[in-house]
């Protein structure tokens, strides 16, 4: 009980306070007090039992690209308040305070959330009904370790899987000890890229060689920041992270910023951006629209273009390209598709004006430094690689990189304080699926090969997925795509025949669980750990111990496995006779070897935020030594360039195989994939593009279900008035969204926010199935799961729908 519920009850009140000041216990003795009215006699009791307020210090370990650390009041063993932490060196780093979001602040109601699990279970009913018997944790262990033994024996390691899952980035249990576990019983099948940036990443390599990109810290020095799909005010939110390092650096510049978004975003709002609104999935339309206007107006220098890049001109193509095969003459409509890519051409199909068009195209080549980056809502789509590179090359084409200010198109780098993950060891099973795939590598595993779904290490799957460890996602039943597929997948025990799932809470995924774990919540455990990854400049540790004892039955999945390699006989090979204890002290010395003026851990341990500093490479402009001399300072390319032509690219095009209609261009074309308003004949049927994001209201699903946050930050889904007039749907009301892969009932907001033709919602709502119909609201009732044409990846912003009143 809070503490205003209880100064509420007038009657009680004073004679309390007074009572509780006298023996110094105030406050922390009103939460304890849950039920009214209490008699004198428990008051007494209470009171005697009571211990001083103490503040511990824990950190959210959600997958935001922040690592906020928690200030945790406890009182009676009970979390009271969840705070920020005062930060430190107050001095030197201004007021850095690694501020956490309405998320974190919220974590009492996540610890104590009624859908806790609380004790190991065993399946009982159908897979996926949801119901369970309590088992012990002897029991619960043992049957994993036969689980594992049975399938290796049966189908081989490779058909054990470890599920993509990032619900929690702990580094002495969680995943690690899950990794070092699996590869100590004879390994299993693992996957590459990530639901995250499977299109970027993959696309990044054609482009630039290795990953890199300038800092925010950057834009202290940019009079233009062009922000494609990227919406820092709800996805990076941490006073530590990018949203803070972006809010100073404008304080210094007052640049201005322009966000184009298909939704005015909280961005947009809280960066006083203009917003120029875009039809997801045409962003590479609105880069050749731009650079067909700087063409059409001397803008563009060729000899420098050419001096940094291959493929722009035909004079730069490489000797295995067509002719004509350049952006350049893309642009201008002298390449295969003879159409060229005027400025009212880009107008048609993202839907932003000729003039506005025009108009950026002028201040992007004329700013004094332009800091051009993306998000990456723009590449969750089934043209994602495409939309990747295109954003990339335009600072090229504009002559916007490589000097104090700029950027050159991708998302913000960041650094990690390096603090050691409990090491897994090596993977005996080296094949490695997409992570896309996994629904196929069970049902279809006969259809992934390396040309067709660039399966890895391997010439076919042999049995496909026999087995699964789930730890800490919902990916199974929540986050991947057309769920009502991915549901009769998982349903059929035949196929994938065990499925483990460890989490705090009775997901939609632990219903499919054969075995389901409770874990400790962050709060509940201790480790030592590091930012994540979107906290740009901004280094830190934070030492976390368990703010209150772990509830019920709920235990560290280092414990758990351990007991697993106990059953399996491995047990000293997987502890090396440590506790995790041990483990995190062992972590936190091989951190002090390189920073030897830290204190010995015994001083630091469980003390929160252990050391914090801004790193001095933010000062650097990415590619800087590559503009001023790209011959003495390459790429990492074949070329040694920027490739807008990739002949690797167009290699894989003409080997790989690919369902008809899609492409692997080897220029950042704009390609119509199916779902989007050109796929026309689907169009028809369903006229609104759907396009998901990230809500502030929740990190994916995890503290999707803390009332609080729901109340604060609804799941609704957005419509343009014009769409939603013409559909008879008013604010608010309850609606359904639908297509061919399923419905999906929630309620609508009928805003300005979003263009006409549109459709925004958040993804990460709880799923929750009635007669068909998604009535959690979970977006991926309705996503698709066709992998896109080079990642392989999720175009889980790409679907057309229809919207009714429900
Ligand atoms: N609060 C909160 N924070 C989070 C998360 C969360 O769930 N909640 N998730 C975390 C994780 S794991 C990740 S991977 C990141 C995700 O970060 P992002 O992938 O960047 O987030 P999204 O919201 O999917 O997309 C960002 C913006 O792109 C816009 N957008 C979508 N399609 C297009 C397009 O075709 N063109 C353009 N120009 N814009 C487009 C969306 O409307 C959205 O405003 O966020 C992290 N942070
Ligand atoms: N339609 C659509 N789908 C998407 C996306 C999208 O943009 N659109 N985004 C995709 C992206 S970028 C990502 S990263 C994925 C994320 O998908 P997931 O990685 O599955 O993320 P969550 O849904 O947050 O699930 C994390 C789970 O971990 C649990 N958990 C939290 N803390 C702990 C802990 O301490 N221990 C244990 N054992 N469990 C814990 C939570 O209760 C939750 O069930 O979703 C993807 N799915
Ligand atoms: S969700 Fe992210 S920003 Fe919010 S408290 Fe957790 S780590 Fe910090
Ligand atoms: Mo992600």
């Not at 035909?314 to 952006?327: D, T, V």
Request: charged share 20%.
């Amino acid at each position: 009980m809070s503490k205003l519920a209880f100064l509420n009850v007038a009657t009680t009140r004073r004679s309390l306070l007074e009572y509780s000041g006298k023996i110094g216990v105030g406050t922390a003795l009103l939460s304890t007090l849950g039920s009214l009215p209490f008699s004198k006699k428990a008051l007494a009791q209470e009171v005697s039992a009571h211990t001083e307020p103490q503040f511990k210090h824990s950190a959210c370990l959600v997958n935001c690209g922040s690592r906020c650390a928690l200030r945790v009041r406890v009182e009676n063993d009970r979390i009271v308040q969840v705070e920020p932490e005062i930060p430190l060196n107050e001095n030197e780093l201004g007021t850095h305070q690694i501020r956490p979001c309405l998320r974190g602040r919220s974590n009492r109601f996540r610890v104590y959330n009624p859908d806790r699990l609380k004790y190991p279970m065993k399946r009982v009913g159908k897979r996926g009904e949801g119901k369970f018997e309590r088992i012990s944790w002897d029991e619960a262990t043992k049957y994993i370790a036969d689980e594992l033994v049975r399938i290796r024996e049966k189908y081989g390691n490779e058909s054990i899987y470890y599920q993509y899952a990032t619900g929690a980035y702990y580094h002495t249990q969680g995943r690690p000890a899950w990794q070092r576990l699996l590869n100590l019983a004879g390994g299993y099948l693992q996957y590459f890229n990530s639901y995250s940036t499977a299109q970027i990443t993959t696309a990044t390599p054609y482009t630039y060689g290795l990953y890199e990109a300038s800092m925010f810290t950057q834009v202290a020095h940019s009079d233009l920041v062009v922000l494609f799909g990227l919406n820092l005010s709800e996805t990076r939110m941490s006073g530590g992270g990018q949203v803070e390092e972006l809010r100073r650096s404008l304080e210094k510049s007052h640049a201005k910023v322009i966000v184009i978004d298909p939704r005015y975003t909280d961005s947009a709002i809280v960066e006083h951006a203009e917003w120029i609104p875009i039809r997801p999935t045409a962003d590479a339309a609105l880069v050749a629209g731009l650079v067909h206007t700087m063409i059409k107006e001397d803008l563009v220098d060729d000899e420098t273009v050419d001096r940094y890049a291959v493929g722009y001109t035909q004079a730069s193509l490489p000797a295995s390209a067509k002719p004509n095969a350049g952006y350049k003459d893309y642009v201008l409509g002298k390449g295969p598709d003879g159409v060229e890519k005027t400025a009212q051409w880009a107008s048609n199909i993202t839907g932003i004006p000729v003039t506005r068009i025009i108009q950026l195209a002028r201040e992007i080549a004329s700013a004094k430094a332009a800091y051009i980056c993306q998000g990456w809502g723009p590449q969750r789509h089934g043209n994602g690689e495409q939309t990747a590179r295109a954003i990339q090359i335009l600072p090229i084409i504009a002559n916007q990189f490589g000097r104090l200010g700029t950027n050159n198109g991708n998302w913000p780098q960041g650094e990690n304080y390096k603090v050691p993950y409990m090491p897994t060891g090596t993977n005996p099973v080296q094949v490695k699926i997409p992570v896309y795939t996994w629904t196929d590598a069970i049902a279809h595993p006969e259809i992934i090969t390396p040309k067709t779904h660039h399966l890895q290490g391997a010439e076919k799957l042999n049995h496909g997925i026999k087995m699964i460890i789930n730890q800490a996602g919902n990916v199974l039943a929540n986050q991947h795509g057309e769920l009502n597929r991915t549901r009769a997948i998982l349903e059929d025990d035949t196929l994938c025949e065990t499925i483990v799932v460890i989490d705090n809470h009775m997901t939609a995924t632990a219903k499919f669980a054969d075995i389901l774990l409770p874990e400790t919540t962050y709060l509940e455990a201790s480790d030592l750990v590091g930012n994540s990854y979107a906290t740009g400049a901004h280094q830190y540790m934070i030492s976390m111990e368990n703010t209150i004892t772990p509830m019920w039955e709920c235990r560290s999945t280092y414990d758990v496995c351990a007991d697993i390699a106990r059953h399996l006989g491995v047990e000293e090979a997987f502890t090396l006779g440590r506790t995790q204890a041990q483990w995190v002290e062992y972590h936190y010395e091989q951190v002090r070897k390189e920073r030897p003026h830290l204190p010995p851990f015994a001083k630091v341990r469980g003390t929160g935020v252990v050391e914090q500093f801004i790193s001095p490479n933010s000062e650097v402009p990415v590619m800087n030594e590559f503009y001023a001399d790209p011959k003495a300072h390459p790429l990492t390319t074949p070329s040694g360039k920027v490739e807008i032509y990739s002949a690797a690219l167009q290699e894989l095009q003409d080997s790989w195989i690919l369902p008809e209609g899609d492409k692997i261009a080897a220029i950042p074309e704009f390609l119509v994939v199916p779902d989007t308003p050109w796929d026309t004949e689907l169009a028809k049927k369903f006229p609104l593009q759907l396009c998901g994001f990230h809500t502030k209201g929740h990190a994916h699903s995890t503290y999707a279900s803390v009332a609080v946050l729901q109340e604060a930050v609804p799941n609704q889904v957005w419509i343009n008035p014009i769409d939603a007039m013409a559909r008879g749907i008013h604010n608010n009301d309850l609606v359904k969204v639908y297509n061919d892969r399923g419905t999906v009932m929630i309620e609508a907001k009928v805003t300005h926010r979003v263009l006409p033709g549109v459709a925004s919602m958040p993804e990460g709502a709880w799923s929750v199935v009635k007669n068909g119909v998604d009535i959690g609201g979970c977006i991926n009732s309705i996503t698709s799961h066709r992998i896109t044409p080079l990642a392989k990846g999720n175009p889980q912003h790409t679907n057309l729908v229809e919207i009714a009143r429900a």
